[in-house]
């Protein structure tokens, strides 16, 4: 959805919240509305993949600063009953590591209108969660996933834990979550040559893969672009076995272009947010683990709702503060740009 849909005013220039429209959704200076909600609910994780994080982990967010389950569940009532949030996506860290999840779930969906609810995961957990978080009321999940060699793996994530991955993806299968989709990175010299057997397991199965560009979001801030395998050279690769057709219909806000396999049904994505950059459409909203809502992934600036529920704001103050927010959204990440510069938070803390 855009601010042009529904017939609101296209802002350039200076973010002056005086000049917002005064619609009570996420609108920005740009046209766009943003209605798809990043939850993050912990920076922590059970895997130490190498593109992430360092072996012996990070700094993790101090408890206290974390957004308690009553913080977190009335900020996402908040967005969702105030400011038109239609999807609400937990990540992390990882997601599962969170205590009292299927309550956050189950709370989540409670609410009126009632939204859509997925998780990304890495799906270490997911084998003996899956069939509880359907009942809470989760509707779909992403499971990271990017070698099928367990020896790679291991090197990758520094955790012999791929049969777990493996288990988790066919539960929740088993449980209805549909479609289960698959989220893969793919690394120069490191599983570029995995782009084809992946695909090929994915439709055994009946998984949905998409692939990602891998995006300047280390701890390291040792992300090189040449060492990124581009959509172009992704799909390129799958053409070698499959025929390629683009999915017919409007893509929308969705961040994969999403190609039909040799014909269909099946279909495999390419998310390209270097090469492709899809900011235009963007539909996304984040809230970190600590309570920070930043209206862009590769932000620097972030704006405390933690504060505002800790010092007795009201729904509507924290709404307010929301939406300037979002109005203040840039045009774009500027990864292409010269002066780009990563945020300082890694994926991890900021959340998928």
């Known amino acids: 959805m855009t601010a042009v849909e529904l017939g609101l005013p ?27 909600l990043r939850v993050s609910l912990t920076d922590r994780c059970n895997l130490r993949c190498t593109y992430c994080m360092p072996a012996e982990g990070l700094d993790w967010l101090p408890k206290p600063d974390l957004l308690s389950d009553d ?16 999807d609400v996506r937990f990540t992390g860290g990882e997601p599962l590591l969170r205590p009292g999840l299927d309550d956050v779930i189950a709370r989540t969906a409670a609410l009126d209108p009632r939204p859509r609810i997925s998780m990304t995961t890495n799906g270490l957990t997911l084998a003996k969660r899956a069939a509880g ?81 891998q995006m300047p979001l280390d701890p ?23 025929t390629l057709t683009p999915e017919p219909g409007e893509r929308g806000g969705a961040p994969a272009e999403r190609w039909l396999v ?41 704006t405390d709702l933690r504060a505002l529920l800790r010092g007795g704001a009201s729904d509507e103050e924290v709404a ?20 780009f510069s990563q945020p300082d938070r890694p994926m991890s803390a900021i959340g998928g």
């Open 133 to 213: 978080l359907v009942a809470a009321g989760l509707d779909r999940v992403n499971v990271s996933l990017d070698t099928l060699d367990p020896d790679r793996f291991h090197r990758l994530t520094r955790r012999n834990r791929l049969a777990d991955v493996f288990a988790g993806l066919a539960a929740a299968r088993e449980a209805g979550l549909a479609p289960v989709k698959v989220n893969t990175v793919l690394m120069r010299g490191v599983n570029e040559d995995e782009a084809v057997p992946l695909l090929r397991h994915c439709l055994a199965h009946g998984y949905q893969l998409r692939f990602i560009e």
């Open 220 to 242: 390291q801030h040792g992300w090189n672009r040449d060492d990124m395998v581009t959509a172009e050279e992704i799909l390129a690769s799958l053409r070698t076995e499959f």
């Open 262 to 302: 040799d014909g269909g049904p099946a279909v495999v994505g390419v998310i390209a947010s270097v090469t492709r950059p899809f900011c235009a459409a963007c539909d996304r909203t984040r809230l970190t683990a600590d309570g920070q809502v930043r209206n862009c992934l590769f932000s620097r600036s972030e």
């Open 320 to 339: 307010a503060v929301w939406r300037g927010n979002a109005w203040a959204k840039a045009e774009g990440h500027g990864i292409n740009s010269a002066g």
């Open 71 to 86: 913080e977190l569940t009335r900020l996402i009532g908040i967005a969702v009953t105030r400011l038109g949030v239609t």
């Open 10 to 36: 296209v802002v350039r220039g200076n973010p002056d919240t005086s000049e917002r429209p005064g619609s009570p959704l996420l609108v920005d200076r740009f046209g766009r509305v943003a209605t798809d």
